[in-house]
Every structure is written in C-alpha cells, then in structure tokens.
C-alpha cells in the first residue's frame, strides 16, 4: 500500500452525479464538475451521518415488518392472515420448500444482513480502522448488488392480488406489513447509496 497514491492525493475527485474525474477549480474556477456543474466534494458530505439515520429508521420498520400482517387471503371456505414467517411456514407445510426458502432467504435474511452489513461498515468507519478494507469493499459492493432482490414478497403479493380474479369467491391483499417492509427495502438502498467506500480506505492513505 505504501506505493499507491490516491485521486485525493493528487487533488482529483469525481463527480458524484456523472463521475468524471477532474481537479476542482482547475477548469471552471470553482469547485464545480466541469462537465455537469454539479458541486465537487472530495467525499460525500455527511454520508455517515445520513446513512445512520437511514438505517435506524429501516431498524425501526423491520420490527413491524415481520410482525404484522403481510398478506390476507380469503375464500368461502376459509381467510388467513399472514406474516412473512407465517407464509413461509405455510409454504413449508404445504410442499412448496423451494418457494419457502427463497422466499425466506429473500424477505428475512437478505434484509436483516443488509442491515447488520451496514452497521458494520459504518462502526468500521467512524472508528478508521483499517482492518481488512478489500473486504469491506466487496462487502459494500455485495449489498449494494442484492438490494433490488429484497422485494420479492411485495412482488409476490402484487402479483396474486391481480392474477386472483374470482369476485366473491376469493381475494387477495397486502396487509400493513407490506407497507413497513417496502420501507424497509428502500432506506437500506438509500443508506447504500448515501455510504462513501471510499472512507473505507482514508485511514491506510494517511497512514502511508
């Protein structure tokens, strides 16, 4: 690492809307992206702390999102409600395991190691350790590429309620969990977004 010299270094940045790499003030006289005029910033401005309040608030949503009720299904001879693990449950007593695992991997861990994934990265951050960072890298990388993944059951309820046309003889709808769980999805892939990697590898740039 001793001979690696960083963008930063040099008094490079890249523009964090159309990422080209240039020296701010060299160009235009300001500290502005000479291609798309949007503010220059050798790191993003506040990311920890944007994406600390992003993930406390997934925290929070992913307590309801588990609990309550993520889909309501009913018919003349019987109505259910079911959770998320209800549903898996269901589909585990019913035959369907491969659907009950992926369903499972998709709406419980994926989510849930999303949110411990950040946290670490965050602690590792505020506190410069410089402990594995190509890891830590792919880590955030990882994250960032299963995010989309994480709605499975909100596509799989969307799906039944339009593909269930039977009047009155069956129904299909989303419960209040699937409100809380889309929330969910979509403030760890903010948090994602808002994170800077690059804070990842400051600590070992200084140091050598």
Known sequence: MSGATSAAELGLCSCHVCNLVSRPGQETGQAHCPRCGAPLHFRKPGSVARCWALLISAYILYI???????????????????????????????????????????????????????????????????????????????VELVGRWSMLDIYVVALLAALVQLGNMATVKAGPAALAFGAVVVLTMLASMQFDPRLIWDPIQKES
């Open 64 to 142: 309801p999102a588990n609990t309550l009720t993520i889909m309501e299904t009913g018919s003349l001879l019987k109505y259910r409600k079911d959770t998320i693990v209800s549903g898996v449950v269901e589909l585990w007593r019913t035959g369907s395991w491969g659907i009950a695992i992926v369903v499972f991997i998709a709406s419980v861990t994926i989510p849930l190691l999303k949110l411990i994934s950040l946290t670490l990265l965050l602690v590792s951050v505020q506190r410069r350790s410089r402990w594995r960072p190509r890891q830590r890298t792919r880590l955030y990388r990882l």
